[in-house]
């Protein structure tokens, strides 16, 4: 309990830091957002109403603590592009990106867990060398070319799904996941293919100890032993090394976003950075920054959990 | 560098890594047509004994681009590397040796860097500097910097504490002769390891950030900055961004396979 607590202070300091830093990384970059949203309109008088409105006059420190305060209570300023609340802006966006975030971290374990066992299982025979092959290949393809793949051959040529046909989840959460499948797939397979490789050297490391031997002596088969005695233990920095992946799959949406004209945060992200609408920029980054902190946390938490050895150290 | 050769993957990687490396490099002086040259009454034809690659919406031969393309992300790939290198090995270097509340300190924001997803750091980064060949360039190598001084930290803590380096220390050397010229040599072997798989990163990076529009700007050629034109003639011109990728594909996957066989991750 006291490791919990202790995390979850360093969480929480983390989370103001990284608030602190995304805050300071857009002040740097000179924007005046008032000649972009005045427009025609624009006169010297409009423009020092319109920063005293934003709040931009205040000085630096009471600018943070506003926008802290607003990102807590889920307002966290007004759009430069769009003259409207970063709230509105990024109304649904977030459900997308998420869907998609997790519904690919889901097949990245549906992949790797068996494909780290089998390569561990069959050690040594043909299997496991073709296996290995295809494993490496698939580490080194960037998801948004797979993207390209998939939406070449499944959507032009066996029109499985309609490119760029995003499917809302108000036409039914069925249908929307089916549109996320192959954006989903494309972030999965290198990720799985290195959770796989992971696995597998961590399986193989566990073989060689002492309780293998002894399992072995005692008349277990080597699939007894792997499902008995060394999956427990392999499965440990696999564990964290999940927890800390959803990170990469929000990071990869980002990019596959892009590539099937899914609108979610990514895509949103990309062009408020090209609108230098930084609000929403801002906004978004800090958001995928807390998503990397807290699964960190967690995978901590989880470790400990599983593997006391981590609470006595 | 013999013993690394006995190696499966390092064989590969370095078969791989060696083809594109020629091609590229003829690529500097010579390729089958103008990367540029458009024509008009070859426009997206498939591939043929004329136009290996076949060509693309403005009739300009694919093969060609995708030569120079690859030379350019190379170019970047180790402009990236190189400052993470020399940059990461002086702050790692430094920080192994000497430790104390620094090191403790820097080896934190390292950490705390490394934990997140780089594309989206690289992002932050652009939206700071803005786009551009030397931007992505500056972006993914400050980006680079914790991971090789993280690398060299612990390489140099492990070896200040050798016999070798204790005699260097009765010898007279200086702190920082000790540093560069006895204690360097011997963490080449970690070094290139992580240098091929800065490469990997950086390519990859690179492409992405191309990609998306966020790296490098036309005219300059990048593989990534193609993917995304080929994207649009998709199905008129599929090779377009097989081949691109396949190219892609390639540089990773021959980095990938050396930094493994040289006991890399």
Same mark, same amino acid.
């Given at each position: 309990?006291?490791?919990?607590?202790?995390?979850?202070?360093?969480?929480?300091?983390?989370?103001?830091?990284?608030? %602190?830093?995304?805050? %300071?990384?857009?002040?740097?970059?000179?924007?005046?957002?008032? $000649?972009?949203? @005045?427009?025609?309109?624009?006169?010297?008088?409009?423009?020092?109403?319109?920063?005293?409105?934003?709040?931009?006059?205040?000085?630096?420190?009471?600018?943070? %603590?506003?926008?802290?305060?607003?990102?807590?209570?889920?307002?966290?300023?007004?759009?430069?592009?769009?003259?409207?609340?970063?709230?509105?802006?990024?109304?649904?966006?977030?459900?997308? $990106?998420?869907?998609?975030?997790?519904? &690919?971290?889901?097949?990245?374990? %549906?992949?790797?867990?068996?494909?780290?066992?089998?390569?561990?299982?069959?050690?040594?025979?043909?299997?496991?060398?073709?296996?290995?092959?295809?494993?490496?290949?698939?580490?080194?393809?960037?998801?948004?070319?797979?993207?390209?793949?998939?939406?070449?051959?499944?959507?032009?040529?066996?029109?499985?799904?309609?490119?760029?046909?995003?499917?809302?989840? &108000?036409?039914?959460?069925?249908?929307?996941?089916?549109?996320?499948?192959?954006?989903?797939?494309?972030?999965?397979?290198?990720?799985?293919?290195?959770?796989?490789?992971?696995?597998? &050297?961590?399986?193989?490391?566990?073989?060689?100890?002492?309780?293998?031997? $002894?399992?072995?002596?005692?008349?277990?088969?080597?699939?007894?032993?792997?499902?008995?005695?060394?999956?427990?233990?392999?499965?440990?920095?696999?564990? $964290?090394?999940?927890?800390?992946?959803?990170?990469?799959?929000?990071?990869? &949406?980002?990019?596959?976003?892009?590539?099937?004209?899914?609108?979610?945060?990514?895509?949103?992200?990309?062009?408020?950075?090209?609108?230098?609408?930084?609000?929403?920029?801002?906004?978004?980054?800090?958001?995928?920054?807390?998503?990397?902190?807290?699964?960190?946390? @967690?995978?901590?938490?989880?470790?400990?959990?599983?593997?006391?050895?981590?609470?006595?150290? | 560098?013999?013993?690394?050769?006995?190696?499966?993957?390092?064989?590969? *990687?370095?078969? !791989?890594? *060696?083809?594109?490396?020629?091609?590229?490099?003829?690529?500097?002086?010579?390729?089958?047509?103008?990367?540029?040259?458009?024509?008009?009454?070859?426009?997206?034809?498939?591939?043929?004994?004329?136009?290996?690659?076949?060509?693309?919406?403005?009739?300009?031969?694919?093969?060609?681009?995708?030569?120079?393309?690859?030379?350019?992300?190379?170019?970047?790939?180790?402009?990236?590397?190189?400052?993470?290198?020399?940059?990461? /090995? !002086?702050?790692?270097?430094?920080?192994?040796?000497?430790?104390?509340? /620094?090191?403790?300190?820097?080896?934190?924001?390292?950490?705390?860097?490394?934990?997140?997803?780089?594309?989206?750091?690289?992002?932050?980064?652009?939206?700071?500097?803005?786009?551009?060949?030397?931007?992505?360039?500056?972006?993914? *190598?400050?980006?680079? !910097?914790?991971?090789?001084?993280?690398?060299?930290?612990?390489?140099?803590?492990?070896?200040?504490?050798?016999?070798?380096?204790?005699?260097?220390?009765?010898?007279?050397? *200086?702190?920082?002769?000790?540093?560069?010229?006895?204690?360097?040599?011997? !963490?080449?072997?970690?070094?290139?390891?992580?240098?091929?798989?800065?490469?990997?990163?950086?390519?990859?990076?690179?492409?992405?950030?191309?990609?998306?529009?966020?790296?490098?700007?036309?005219?300059?050629?990048?593989?990534?900055?193609?993917?995304?034109?080929?994207?649009?003639?998709?199905?008129?011109?599929?090779?377009?961004?097989?081949?691109?990728?396949?190219?892609?594909?390639?540089?990773?996957?021959?980095?990938? /396979?050396?930094?493994?066989?040289?006991?890399?991750?």
């Amino acid at each position: 309990m006291a490791y919990v607590i202790k995390k979850t202070g360093v969480l929480i300091i983390s989370l103001v830091l990284i608030s %602190l830093l995304a805050f %300071l990384a857009f002040q740097i970059i000179p924007a005046d957002p008032t $000649t972009k949203i @005045l427009g025609t309109d624009y006169t010297p008088e409009k423009a020092e109403a319109l920063r005293e409105q934003l709040g931009l006059n205040d000085p630096l420190p009471a600018r943070y %603590l506003n926008w802290l305060k607003g990102l807590i209570s889920g307002d966290p300023g007004i759009s430069y592009s769009y003259f409207m609340p970063v709230k509105e802006v990024m109304q649904g966006k977030i459900q997308v $990106t998420a869907a998609l975030s997790l519904f &690919s971290w889901v097949l990245v374990m %549906l992949f790797s867990i068996p494909m780290g066992i089998i390569l561990a299982r069959f050690q040594g025979g043909h299997l496991e060398r073709t296996g290995i092959v295809l494993n490496q290949v698939f580490m080194a393809v960037p998801p948004f070319f797979l993207g390209m793949l998939f939406t070449y051959l499944f959507g032009l040529v066996l029109q499985w799904f309609t490119p760029g046909g995003y499917v809302p989840f &108000s036409a039914g959460f069925g249908k929307a996941m089916g549109y996320l499948f192959f954006p989903a797939l494309a972030i999965a397979i290198p990720k799985a293919a290195k959770t796989a490789k992971l696995l597998r &050297s961590s399986i193989l490391n566990e073989m060689n100890k002492d309780y293998v031997r $002894t399992a072995y002596s005692r008349g277990n088969s080597r699939w007894a032993v792997l499902r008995d005695h060394v999956l427990r233990n392999a499965m440990l920095p696999v564990i $964290t090394y999940l927890a800390m992946s959803l990170a990469d799959t929000v990071a990869g &949406s980002i990019i596959v976003e892009q590539v099937f004209a899914l609108p979610g945060l990514g895509r949103l992200l990309l062009s408020s950075i090209g609108n230098r609408d930084f609000p929403v920029a801002q906004c978004i980054v800090v958001i995928i920054a807390f998503i990397v902190i807290f699964m960190n946390y @967690l995978a901590d938490i989880v470790t400990q959990y599983v593997d006391p050895r981590v609470r006595l150290n | 560098m013999k013993h690394y050769l006995k190696d499966k993957n390092f064989k590969a *990687g370095l078969i !791989i890594t *060696g083809l594109m490396v020629l091609v590229i490099l003829i690529g500097l002086f010579w390729t089958p047509y103008d990367p540029n040259a458009m024509s008009g009454s070859e426009k997206l034809q498939g591939p043929s004994a004329a136009h290996w690659f076949g060509t693309d919406n403005f009739g300009r031969d694919i093969f060609s681009r995708v030569v120079q393309g690859a030379g350019a992300t190379f170019l970047i790939a180790a402009a990236t590397v190189a400052i993470g290198l020399v940059v990461g /090995l !002086i702050i790692g270097g430094l920080t192994g040796y000497y430790g104390g509340l /620094l090191d403790e300190i820097l080896m934190r924001i390292a950490d705390s860097i490394l934990a997140f997803p780089s594309i989206l750091l690289a992002l932050v980064m652009i939206a700071i500097l803005g786009k551009g060949k030397y931007n992505i360039i500056l972006a993914l *190598g400050l980006l680079f !910097i914790p991971s090789f001084a993280r690398i060299v930290r612990t390489e140099v803590a492990k070896q200040k504490n050798t016999d070798y380096v204790r005699n260097a220390k009765l010898m007279g050397a *200086g702190d920082m002769r000790i540093l560069f010229i006895h204690i360097m040599p011997n !963490i080449i072997p970690v070094l290139l390891s992580s240098v091929a798989i800065g490469f990997n990163n950086a390519v990859l990076s690179e492409a992405s950030m191309s990609y998306l529009g966020m790296g490098v700007q036309p005219p300059d050629p990048s593989l990534g900055r193609m993917l995304s034109e080929a994207q649009g003639y998709l199905f008129q011109a599929p090779w377009y961004a097989i081949f691109t990728g396949v190219a892609i594909i390639l540089l990773i996957l021959g980095f990938g /396979l050396l930094s493994e066989g040289m006991g890399g991750e």
